[in-house]
C-alpha cells in the first residue's frame, strides 16, 4: 500500500514538472518549432502544386498545432489560406469559404497584405464557382487593392481578369470590356502569354454580346493561337465555346459544331483527369481512416486480452493496479490538458470575436473616408467649373480699360474668386493629405527668396491688419536648399496667413535659424511668433485637427476653413519634419517647425516667358484648334482667349460632334472637356484615337486629376489641363504645339 502511495506522489510530481516545463520555451526550442512550422508549410505547397492534396492537409493540420503553440499568426494566417485553397481545390466551397474568412482576419491583424490579396482573390474564385458574382467582385477588388499595394503584378493582373469574369456574369458588359482591355495591356506589358490568351478570349466574349462580330473573331483567333502555342489547355477550352458561339450567330453551322465538338471532348478530358484527381483523393482519405479504425479496434482486442491474462497471478493483479493508476493519473493529466485547452479556444474565440467586430469597424470607417474622399472630390469638381466662368470673365474685364468706377468692383469680384479657389485648393489638398497622394517633388531653389515673396504676397493683408513684419535669416546659413519647394511655399503662406489673420495692430516676427549640420542635411527652424489672439488651453489640443478653428464665432470674424493648420501638419510630415507651438490666450502664438533640408550650391532662376511675343502672326493665324465644351460661358471665356492669341477656333457641345468635326476638318490641337451630356471626354478621344493617333487632345478637367490618372491614360490623350487654368500654363502648351507643328 505504502509502494502504491509512492507511486501515486512521483506520478503527480511529474506532471506538476512537466505542466510547469510546457509554460515556459527557450528561444531553442522556440526556432526549433518555429522551422518545423515553415518545413510542414513547405511541404504542403509542393504537394498542392503536384495535386496531393491529401498529403498537403495532414502537413498543414500538424502546422496548425504548432503554429498555436508559437502563437504565431502569420504562420496561421499563411496555413488557413492554403487550406481553404485546398477546400477550393475539392470543391468543398462551405468550408473553402469559412478557412478562407479567418485567414484574411488573422492576416488583416498582422498586416501580411501579400497574403491578404492572394487570399481575397481565392475568396473570390469561391464565390463566382457557387454563382455569386456580385460577393465575388468585392473580393476581387479588395484583392486588386492590395496587390497594388505591394506590387504584385502577376496576381493583380489574374485578379483583373477574374474582375472581368464577374462583370460578365452579372451581364455587365461595359465594365467586363473596359476591365478585359486593362488585363490585355497589363499581360501584353508584363509579357504573361497564358494570361493574354484569355483576357483576349473573354474580350471576345463580351464583344459578342454586344454585337461586334468581327472584332469578337479577330481576338479569339489571336487567344486560341497563343493558347495553342502555350499548351494552355483551359484557356484553349474556352477559346473553342466562345469561337462556336461566334460562328453560329454569324450562321456559319459547320464551324460552329467542329468548334463546339473540340470544346466537348476537351472538356470531357480534363473533366476526367480532375475527377480521376478527385476520386483518388477521396479514396486515400478513406483508406487512412479505416486504416485508423481498424488499429482502434486491434488496441481495443489486445487491451481485453491483457486484462484477460492479468487474473492468473496476484502479480499481475498488482501490475494491474499499478496500471489502472496510471491511466488515471493520466486521464487527470488528459482532463486538464483538455479543460486548459477548452479554456485557450473559449478565449480565442472571444479574440477572435473582438478582432472580426474590430476589422469590421476598421472597414466601415474605412468606407466613410472613401464616401467623404468621393463627395469632396464630386463638390470641387462642381465648384470649380463655375468659378472658371467667375475667374476667366473678371480678368477679361479687368484687361477690357473698364471705367474707373467699375474697378474696385471687378478687384473685389477678383479676390472673391481667388479666395473661393483657395478655399477649394485647400479641400483638394487635405483630401490627398488623407488618402496618402501627395508626392515629394525636389527642386533647387533660395529658402530665403522663397520666405521674403510669401511676406510680400501677404503684405496687403498685414497692412489691412495694421500688422508689422519683422524677418531674421541667420547671417551664416546658407540661402539654396534642395526640396519641395511649393510645399514649403504652402505651409508658410499657412502660418504666416494664420498668424496675421488673427493679429490687429500688431507685431509678425519670423526667424530662420540652423539646428545642426550632418552630411550635407540642415535641419533647420523656422519660428513664426505674433503677438495676436492667442489660443485657449482647451483648444490647443485640437488645433492640428481638421476643420478645427476655435469657434463659430472665429470664424465668422476672422473667416477661413479650419484646414489650413491640419494641412500644415500633414505637409511637415511629409517632408520628415516636425511642427509645435507655444500660445497664451491674449498675448499671442509661437510656431516652431523644424524640417531638414538638403544643402544646394546655386539656384537657377526661372524667368517668365511671353510664349507668343516672337511668333509671326502668319504662322499663327494658320493654328486651328477645336474647343469642345457644353458650359456657354466657358465657350466663350476659352475662345476669347484662343482669338486674343490670334488663334482660330472651332466650337462644338459634345463628343459625337467633336468626333465628327476632327474626321472632316485638320486641327492642331483638341481641347476636350471631360464631362459632357452624351459620350463623355474620355469615351469621344479613344473613338477618335482609332483613326488619328497623332492629333494632340488635351484634357481640360475640374476633377481632382490623380482621381482619373489611369482614365486619362487609357485614352491616350496628349496632356491635361486643369480648370480654372493658369493662363501662363495655358499659353505654354499651345505653344509647344505650335513650336512643334513649324519644325516638323
Known sequence: MYSFQKTIFIFFLLFGLTTFAQEELTQKEIAIIQAEVE??????????????????????????????????????????????????????????????????????????????????????????????????LEHYKSAQTFSSLENLQRLENETIIKKGEAYLALKDNKNAEITFKKAISLSKKLNLNNLLSISLIHLGDVQIKNGALKSAQK?????????????????????????????????????????LKAHIKLTDSLLEAKNKLLLTEKLNESKITNQLNAQKQVNAEL????????????????????????ITILSLLTLSLYKNNNIRLKSNLILQNKNSELIESKEKAELASRTKANFLSTVTHELRTPLY?????????????PRPEQIPHLNSLKFSGDYLLTFINDILQFNKIEAHKVEVEKEVFNLKKKIENVISALNNSANSNNV?????????????????????????????????????????????????????????????????????????????????????????????????????????????????????????????????????EETIEKEKINYFKDLNEDVLSKINILLVEDNKINQMITKKILNKLKLNCDVVENGEDAIEKVK???????????????????????????????????????????????????????????????????????????????NA
Open 39 to 136: 518545413a510542414d508549410l513547405s511541404f504542403a505547397k509542393k504537394n498542392i502544386e503536384h495535386y496531393n492534396y491529401l498529403q498537403a492537409k495532414i502537413s498543414l493540420e500538424n502546422a496548425i498545432n504548432k503554429a498555436k503553440i508559437l502563437n504565431n499568426k502569420k504562420s496561421l494566417g499563411l496555413i488557413y489560406y492554403n487550406l481553404g485553397k485546398i477546400h477550393h481545390l475539392l470543391e468543398e466551397p462551405n468550408l473553402a469559404i469559412r478557412t478562407l474568412t479567418r485567414a484574411i482576419q488573422i492576416q488583416r491583424i498582422t498586416k501580411d497584405n501579400t497574403s491578404v490579396a492572394e487570399t481575397y482573390k481565392t475568396l473570390g474564385d469561391v464565390l463566382l464557382k457557387i454563382k455569386k458574382p456580385k460577393e465575388a
Open 219 to 259: 481576338n479569339i483567333e489571336e487567344g486560341i493561337a497563343i493558347a495553342k502555342k502555350n499548351n494552355a489547355t483551359d484557356n484553349l477550352n474556352d477559346g473553342y465555346l466562345s469561337l462556336s458561339n461566334l460562328q453560329e450567330l454569324d450562321g456559319n453551322y459547320k464551324l460552329a459544331n467542329k468548334n
Open 303 to 326: 487491451e481485453q486480452q491483457n486484462e484477460q491474462d492479468s487474473e492468473t497471478s496476484t502479480f499481475n493483479q498488482l501490475t494491474t493496479i499499478l496500471t489502472i493508476a496510471l
Open 389 to 401: 466662368a467667375v475667374t476667366g470673365l473678371t480678368n477679361i474685364l479687368l484687361e477690357e480699360d
Open 468 to 600: 508689422k513684419i519683422h524677418f531674421e535669416f541667420e547671417k551664416k546659413l546658407p540661402h539654396n536648399y534642395l526640396s519641395d519647394q511649393l510645399k514649403i511655399s504652402q505651409i508658410l503662406i499657412n502660418l504666416i496667413g494664420n498668424s496675421i489673420k488673427f493679429t490687429k495692430d500688431g507685431d509678425l516676427w519670423i526667424r530662420v535659424h540652423k539646428i545642426d549640420v550632418t552630411n550635407g542635411i540642415y535641419n533647420i527652424k523656422i519660428e513664426v511668433e505674433d503677438n495676436g489672439i492667442g489660443i485657449s488651453k482647451e483648444k490647443q489640443a485640437k488645433m492640428f485637427d481638421s476643420f478645427s478653428q476655435g469657434s463659430i464665432q472665429i470664424n465668422r470674424k476672422y473667416g477661413g476653413t479650419g484646414l489650413g493648420l491640419s494641412i500644415v501638419k500633414g505637409l511637415i510630415d511629409i517632408l520628415n519634419g516636425k511642427i509645435y507651438f507655444d500660445s497664451e490666450l491674449g498675448k499671442g502664438t509661437t510656431f516652431f517647425i523644424e524640417i531638414p533640408f538638403e544643402f544646394a
Open 664 to 742: 472632316v476638318n485638320t486641327y492642331d490641337v483638341v481641347l476636350m472637356d471631360i464631362h459632357m451630356p452624351g459620350i463623355s471626354g474620355i469615351e469621344a478621344t479613344k473613338i477618335i484615337r482609332k483613326f488619328n493617333k497623332d492629333l494632340p487632345i488635351y484634357a481640360l478637367t475640374a476633377v481632382t486629376i490623380e482621381d482619373k490618372m489611369v482614365e486619362f491614360d487609357e485614352a491616350e490623350f496628349t496632356d491635361i489641363i486643369s480648370k480654372p487654368f493658369k493662363q501662363e500654363d495655358f499659353e505654354k502648351k499651345l505653344f509647344d504645339v505650335i513650336v512643334f507643328k513649324e
